[in-house]
């Protein structure tokens, strides 16, 4: 388990980027944390390490966005393969995994070239990879600071 504590917004952002780049093949990460915890801003950071040019806001009612990761090949894990899609799932009104499924999320689950992240996977943990990496966030003692713990 790793714990990072950030002191800022931007600080966030970049630990996402520093986490995008250790990603492999077919990732799936799993984010917990309460409302304001800071999901959604490492995610964006996320994005940003892939190379993702769009702006991320939650899928808070779409339940699920699909991005195409940087189209210059520049996106590779570990051992040289492309990992082409980045896709954002939220899972706050969602009731259980059956509805996941139901939306699609299989496809992007087994897909090798797909990172799926998800916030409130809490609410969804029974569908996925037992390999998925947990992401734990809350608020620190400061105001703008946030505890990071990832389980890995
Ligand atoms: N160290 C920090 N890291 C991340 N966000 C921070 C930090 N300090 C302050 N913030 C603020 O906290 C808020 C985090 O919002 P964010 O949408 O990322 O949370 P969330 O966990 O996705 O919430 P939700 O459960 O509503 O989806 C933002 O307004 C951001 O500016
Ligand atoms: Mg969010």
Same mark, same amino acid.
């Given at each position: ?9 931007? !600080? ?16 799936? %990460?799993?984010? !917990? ?26 899928? $808070?009612?779409? @339940?699920?966005? %699909?991005?195409?990761?940087?189209? =210059?090949? @520049? ?7 492309? &990992? $082409?899609? @980045? ?11 059956? !509805? @996941? ?14 990172? %799926? ?8 943990? !029974? ?11 809350? =608020? ?7 505890? &990071?713990?990832?389980?890995?």
């Amino acid at each position: 388990m790793k714990k990072i504590i950030t002191k800022n917004e931007n !600080e966030t952002k970049k630990l996402g980027e520093r986490l995008a780049k250790g990603f492999g093949n077919g990732e799936t %990460v799993a984010f !917990e944390g309460d409302l304001g915890a800071g999901k959604t801003t490492l995610i964006k950071g996320i994005a940003k390490g892939f190379g993702i040019q769009r702006n991320i806001t939650s899928p $808070t009612f779409v @339940l699920m966005k %699909v991005y195409d990761t940087d189209s =210059h090949g @520049l996106r590779t894990d570990g051992h040289g393969s492309r &990992i $082409t899609r @980045l896709v954002h799932v939220d899972a706050y009104r969602i009731g259980d995994g059956q !509805e @996941l499924i139901d939306i699609g999320i299989g496809e992007y689950l087994d897909d090798e070239k797909t990172v %799926v992240v998800i916030e409130w996977a809490e609410k969804v943990r !029974e569908i996925l990879p037992s390999d998925t990496v947990w992401i734990k966030m809350k =608020h620190g003692r400061k105001e703008n600071e946030r505890v &990071i713990m990832i389980d890995k």
